[in-house]
T-cell receptor, first 114, second 114 residues
């Protein structure tokens, strides 16, 4: 079965420190992987995606993600966190389940403390 | 650029009433998705359309829920009769019908059924 796991409900980091939000997936075939961010009272916003090629993908607001095929992971990273990065982050995989469907993780809440 | 537009942003109504949520996708997008978000269940896909045709409605909770997309620029999700457990934030998203394209979300309708 196709699935996405975000093992941490919440991640706390101090401003200026690096941050990592973890994501692992299980799909058959090649995965198409996405990260989205949700701010309060807003819809999800696309951050970045991995389709093929370079395992390190750069996206909006200084975020990047590393695709690791052997570990079936797609962790989101940022070298220096900002208080304004505090939000809910969703990992998603697009997989074929009789048609292409996007499967979202449960979300990880990121708190960046000043 | 106009994003996905949802209306109303907030809806408060009494149990048993009919509720209609509206969505205008991004012009040119040919896939449309309806999601429901709650604290308990996270983000759930209710139904999605390709080229105005419903493709997968397996996420629609029960017969009280229905959705239509009469043309490329409008979709509506209807709940009749509404129940308190339907209270949630409902999101509409649109995308190009391509496995590598991200979804673009509206800011949602916060529905409260009293």
């Amino acid at each position: 079965a196709q699935s996405v796991a975000q093992p941490e409900d919440q991640v706390n980091v101090a401003e200026g420190n690096p941050l990592t939000v973890k994501c692992t997936y299980s799909v058959s075939g090649n995965p198409y992987l996405f990260w989205y961010v949700q701010y309060p009272n807003r819809g999800l916003q696309f951050l970045l995606k991995y389709i093929t090629g370079d395992n390190l993908v750069k996206g909006s607001y200084g975020f990047e993600a590393e695709f690791n095929k052997s570990q079936t992971s797609f962790h989101l990273k940022k070298p220096s966190a900002l208080v304004s990065d505090s939000a809910l982050y969703f990992c998603a995989v697009r997989a074929y389940t009789g048609g292409f469907k996007t499967i979202f993780g449960a979300g990880t809440r990121l708190f960046v403390k000043a | 650029d106009a994003g996905v537009i949802q209306s109303p942003r907030h809806e408060v109504t009494e149990m048993g009433q009919e509720v209609t949520l509206r969505c205008k996708p991004i012009s040119g997008h040919n896939s449309l998705f309806w999601y429901r978000q709650t604290m308990m269940r996270g983000l759930e896909l209710l139904i999605y359309f390709n080229n105005n045709v419903p493709i997968d409605d397996s996420g629609m909770p029960e017969d009280r829920f229905s959705a239509k997309m009469p043309n490329a620029s409008f979709s509506a999700l209807k709940i009749q009769p509404s129940e308190p457990r339907d209270s949630a934030v409902y999101f509409c998203a649109s995308s190009l019908m391509d496995r590598v394209q991200p979804q673009h979300f509206g800011d949602g309708t916060r529905l409260s059924i009293l």
